[in-house]
């Protein structure tokens, strides 16, 4: 039987080799009729932290490697485009101290 691929969002990146995927899907209510997003929720294994927080990930189907992690990283699809707005204001601070010890 050929393992489940799926397509995702990375939510979390606190923990070393894992991740927090968020799969989005649409469900119809069965009175209304009406579709609901949904999302389900995997924990998957990152053996060499090449993803981050907002990246759209590929993941694939494995053996379970603890008691929440049943998927494992495949590939980056796309990486995040959200700016750290902290490393930026840092980054312009240490610009401005150096510019203005120079003149």
Known sequence: MPKKVAIGVVTSDRCAQTRRVELPRLVKHRKYK???????VCHVHDETNQSQLGDTVEI????PRSKSKRWELQRVVAKSSAVDLAAMRAAAKAEEETAADQG
């Not at 009406?34 to 389900?40: A, G, L, S, V």
């Not at 694939?60 to 053996?63: G, L, V, Y």
């Open 34 to 40: 009406k579709y609901i997003r949904r999302r389900t």
């Open 60 to 63: 694939i189907e494995c053996r």
